[in-house]
């Protein structure tokens, strides 16, 4: 869809489309990617999920960047996140949790959350979307990814490191 097309689907027309076409006009600009929620898919990630061996000695691991007590927070639910100190953390299916940070690769804005219907990190700005690891989805608005995290649980401590 070219940017013109997108603007008319839009409702702009006559200065105001003018006006949209001309602001802010880069020559990679004559395509606009279309990102897409489907809030409703049942399909399963492209990633698959990884899912978290339990360990019972989570003080191995140095330079953990949150300590989250699972019997407290409010991760106890598949699909369930929470973010702290901007870092997004879901849990993705039972015991299995992915984390990644809540800074946007598209633009820097802290707009990055879990959208547990389509089992996928996204963005709430101009919907980028990312697979569990960070990874831009195809047809996303960004092709770069985004910092993911590593996880480790004993099953009452998640840690991010
Ligand atoms: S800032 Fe995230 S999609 Fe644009």
């Known amino acids: 869809m070219t940017r013109y097309e997108f603007l008319k689907s839009m409702g702009f027309t006559g200065a105001a489309l003018m006006a949209a076409l001309?602001?802010?006009?880069?020559?990679?600009?004559?395509?606009?990617?279309?990102?897409?929620l489907d809030v409703n898919s049942t399909t399963t990630p492209t990633t698959?999920?990884?899912p978290v061996t339990p360990t019972s000695d989570l003080s191995k691991i140095?330079?953990?960047?949150?300590?989250i007590d699972l019997t407290?927070?409010?991760?106890?639910?598949?699909?369930?996140?929470?973010?702290?100190?901007?870092i997004v953390v879901a849990q993705v299916s039972a015991g299995a949790y992915a984390a990644v940070t809540n800074l946007c690769s598209h633009e820097p804005k802290r707009k990055v959350i879990y959208d547990k219907n389509a089992s996928q990190f996204y963005c709430t700005d101009h919907g980028a979307t990312f697979d569990l690891k960070g990874v831009p989805l195809p047809n996303s608005i960004t092709n770069r990814s985004i910092t993911a995290y590593q996880v480790a649980t004993d099953g009452k401590t998640l840690v991010v490191y």
């Open 62 to 67: 140095t330079n953990p960047l949150l300590k």
């Open 48 to 50: 698959p999920v990884t």
């Open 72 to 86: 407290t927070s409010n991760l106890k639910n598949v699909g369930a996140y929470i973010i702290q100190a901007n």
């Open 22 to 36: 001309t602001s802010c006009v880069k020559p990679e600009d004559t395509y606009i990617p279309v990102a897409k």
